[in-house]
Every structure is written in C-alpha cells, then in structure tokens.
C-alpha cells in the first residue's frame, strides 16, 4: 500500500520569505500523481499544485512550485514571497495512476503552516 | 466554479442516535468521496462512490454506512454514533475516471458525539 509521509508537523516563515514544506511516498507503481492541497483555517481545502509523475518537468503555480525527486521519492512544496494568506494546514496527496482505477488519494498527516508578519 | 456543500458545519448528537451527514456538488462529477480528518492523522477515507447506487469501502469504514440515490448527493451515515466518531468530515467529488482529477471538497462537518 502507498503511503505519504510529513514529517514536519509545524512550520512558521517570515512574511515575503520563502519556506519549503517536504513530502515523501511510498509506492511500487511507475505511473502515478503528486498533490499539495492547503486548508486555510475557514476548513474548505483547496487543491495547490499536482505533478504528474511521468513529467520530468517541476510544477509552478505562480509563487508555489515543487521539487519532484522521483528517484527519491520526495515532492516537496516551495512556496515564495510568503503572504499572510498562505497561513494554513498543508497536505501532501497521491494516487495511483491507471485507466479506469480508482480514484483515491492518499493523504500524509499534514502540516500547519504559520506566517509571521 | 464547482461547489461541494455540506448539510451542517457543526453538528452535536449524543452516543447512540442515528446521524446522517449530506453532501451535494453542483458539477456532475461522477465521484464522491467521504473523509475524516482528526490532528495528527490527516484525512482517512471512509467510504467513495463513483456511480449511483455504487459504493466502496475506504480505509475505515466500521461504523458508517452511505447512499447514493442521485448522482449530486452522497449521504454518510452513522448507524449508531459514538464518542470515537467526534471528528471533522469532509465531502469531496470528481469528475471521472480520468487522467489528474482533481477532487473538491466541501467545507466541513464538525460532529460532536456526547
């Protein structure tokens, strides 16, 4: 079974700064997709950043980006200019790829981000 | 915009009283899902559904049961609530069996069992 670890339960960065949050999995499968969710305090989470794990390519989404270790197994979230909006619980995900499976995400335990103004 | 909502934000029952939590998304997706999330142990699947009337256990179902009678609304239930059922619940859908789907979440349900 897959697994996705957070070992950091706790972070905090200056406003403006940058802050990396990291990520590891566990899996057996080739094919397969990485994604950060953020849950600010108001609960709705929302969906950050996803790599598909067949790209080489990092992912960006305007000040957040990942590093992709596929080797490794790490996907580690960098987010830049930190704003005090970016404050929240962080949650790294997975799920398998394979045409016509299941949908399912694993989710690490996550990790309370704190901005600093 | 896709909207997942959720019938309460808070919720208080007492130990032994049949508890129904409802969820409706507005998108057509084709999949739903129902989590708990508790500090400490992140989100943990309960139950998903990806067709009316189709269901699959997740990671912890003991418990819980659900419905799905139309494809917008995807009910969890709890047979007979206990105090170890306290905890957020979160609804979340997609739209397919398809390549990166990203899955929606609704804001919530905080259930407290007495």
């Known amino acids: 079974a897959q697994t996705v670890t957070q070992s950091q339960p706790e972070m905090s960065v200056q406003e403006a700064e940058t802050v990396t949050l990291s990520c590891t999995y566990d899996?057996?499968?080739?094919?397969?997709?990485l994604f950060w969710y953020k849950q600010p305090p108001s609960r709705q989470m929302i969906l950050v950043i996803r790599q598909e794990a067949y790209k080489q390519q990092n992912a960006t989404e305007n000040r957040f980006s990942v590093n992709f270790q596929k080797a490794a197994k790490s996907f580690s979230l960098k987010i830049s200019d930190s704003q005090l909006g970016d404050a929240a619980m962080y949650f790294c995900a997975y799920r398998n790829w394979r045409q016509g499976g299941s949908e399912k995400l694993v989710f690490g335990k996550g990790m309370k981000l704190t901005v600093n103004p | 915009d896709v909207k997942v909502t959720q019938s309460s934000r808070y919720l208080v029952k007492r130990t032994g009283e049949k508890v129904f939590l409802e969820c409706v998304q507005d998108?057509?997706?084709?999949?739903m899902f129902w989590y708990r999330q508790d500090p400490g142990l992140g989100l943990r699947l309960i139950y998903f559904?990806?067709?009316?009337?189709?269901?699959e256990k997740g990671d912890i179902p003991e418990g819980y049961s659900v419905s799905r009678e139309k494809k917008e609304r995807f009910s969890l239930i709890l047979e007979s609530a206990s105090t170890n059922q306290t905890s957020m619940y979160l609804c979340?859908?997609?739209?397919?069996?398809?390549?990166?789907?990203?899955?929606?979440f609704g804001p919530g349900t905080r259930l407290t069992v007495l």
């Open positions: 998108m057509d997706h084709e999949n």
């Open positions: 559904s990806y067709d009316v009337k189709m269901k």
């Open positions: 899996t057996s499968e080739s094919d397969y997709y």
């Open positions: 979340a859908s997609s739209l397919g069996t398809s390549s990166n789907n990203e899955q929606f």
